[in-house]
């Protein structure tokens, strides 16, 4: 492959393309079936796929989302056509575990991830505004532990198969969905739980669901495309190149949204969402630390699991995980508010984190 | 005058890039060799010194590992 295909949409203009692109897909997607100013929300969905799996019981929320296979997959397979497919792991895996568990309780206190925080301000939904507030805040406090040299740990090259295990997980879970697909009306089909009703039982056909997760997945992979970057970088650096993404996916999904009628501005009963704002602000807050000290958002390390990387995949088992605890122990928020264990997850959540942060800096 | 290098390799985001930034902010000008092992490190961090004012040459030592020498007046 030549160097110039190579890296065209890791410029400014491609991650522009990359950003408006999702935005714009994700709009229509919900045209199509997903949930309203969801649509691929990366929290959600690892939320659904571990109801969908057994891993929490919570009816409403289970389904094998093919967006989030299709993203690790498409990735996979634009890291082996660019040849950047590379068994890399072993820079403090537990801790990876656990920020994962962590950002997916307090994404699941605001119900969504960065990706969700702005397709919900871009349906109208300004309860979002304190999601982003505390996104943004979240990534601050990270990068006051970079500056004083927080670092988990060099990774070193891993064998194949090592680099292979989170693809092959997504691709067997891929061949359950095709082997067990829903049955209108039942709760369960083969080995895996499906949604009757709630937001796990809408979803767009499985082909388009596929092959949206497996182009952005093959497309963010090129771009590096992440949203927490994004924050990071503009305040620890003043470099904009990943804020252009994040830019473009909130103009585009607002902009499509225009389009087809989705935007419906207000802070009451909006989909999926509920009103308490400072815990709308404090689990993102949580979210948004983990995000940085585990070096990217939950897409993000989607991507990097697809490219070999196995310390992102132990996150992303870690957020399945996080995601069964946030519903078994009543830690995630549903439309009327937060779970009645949500204070403490969030109180206990930023105190794990703060330790992770302080024991890991060198100066 | 011998370079300065940083070695980033397996390092993850941003550790290569706030290694490069307090290396150029300490250095002012010179000769700085980055080394860092994947491709989108070379991307960030190329960026990086070029938004300082720095111009980098990049050269792949091997199938992981690139070089990035990075000079400035």
């Known amino acids: 492959m030549s160097r110039g295909v190579k890296n065209i949409l890791a410029t400014t203009t491609g991650i522009i393309f990359v950003g408006g692109l999702i935005g714009v897909v994700a709009a229509w997607l919900q045209q199509a079936g997903n949930p309203a100013n969801m649509a691929i929300c990366v929290a959600c969905f690892g939320r659904d796929i571990a109801g969908a799996i057994g891993l929490h019981r919570a009816a409403v929320v289970q389904y094998l989302r093919p967006e989030i296979l299709g993203f690790v997959l498409g990735s996979f397979g634009a890291a082996l056509v660019f040849k950047e497919f590379k068994p890399t792991g072993g820079s403090s895996p537990l801790i990876r575990f656990v920020l994962g568990m962590i950002a997916m309780i307090g994404a699941l206190v605001f119900l969504g991830c960065p990706w969700r925080v702005i397709l919900r301000l871009a349906g109208g939904d300004g309860n979002a505004l304190f999601g982003l507030g505390g996104l943004i805040v979240g990534v601050w406090i990270g990068t006051l532990f970079f500056k004083k040299g927080f670092n988990l740990g060099r990774s070193q090259g891993q064998s194949i198969s090592a680099g292979l295990m989170l693809p092959l997980i997504m691709a067997g879970l891929l061949v359950l969905r095709f082997l067990f697909p829903p049955i209108p009306g039942e709760a369960q089909s083969g080995v895996l739980w499906y949604s009757i009703q709630g937001p796990g039982a809408s979803y767009a056909p499985l082909a388009i669901s596929l092959a949206v997760g497996l182009g952005i997945g093959f497309l963010a992979q090129r771009s590096r495309f992440c949203t927490m970057g994004a924050i990071r970088d503009v305040i620890l650096f003043n470099q904009w190149y990943l804020m252009f993404g994040f830019l473009a996916l909130l103009v585009a999904a607002l902009g499509a949204n225009m389009v087809l009628g989705q935007f419906h501005p207000g802070f009451e009963g909006q989909p999926i969402a509920h009103t308490m704002w400072f815990w709308n602000f404090a689990g993102m807050v949580v979210a948004g630390l983990a995000f940085a000290l585990a070096g990217g958002c939950p897409g993000r390390q989607l991507f990097m699991s697809g490219e070999g990387n196995s310390d992102a995949a132990i996150f992303v088992l870690g957020s399945l995980v996080g995601a069964a605890v946030a519903h078994n122990f009543g830690l995630a928020s549903s439309a009327q508010g937060i779970g009645p264990h949500g204070m403490a997850a969030v109180i206990i959540s930023m105190l794990v984190l703060l330790g992770i942060g302080i024991t890991h800096c060198k100066r | ?73």
């Open chain 2, 1 to 73: 005058m011998k370079p300065t290098t940083l070695d980033a390799r397996g390092l993850s985001c941003p550790q290569p890039v706030l290694l490069a930034f307090q290396a150029m902010r300490e250095m002012g000008s010179g000769h700085l060799e980055i080394l860092v092992d994947n491709e989108a490190s070379q991307e960030n961090v190329r960026r990086a010194v070029v938004s300082q004012g720095w111009t980098p040459t990049i050269t792949k030592l091997n199938e992981n590992d690139y070089v990035l020498r990075c000079e400035k007046s």
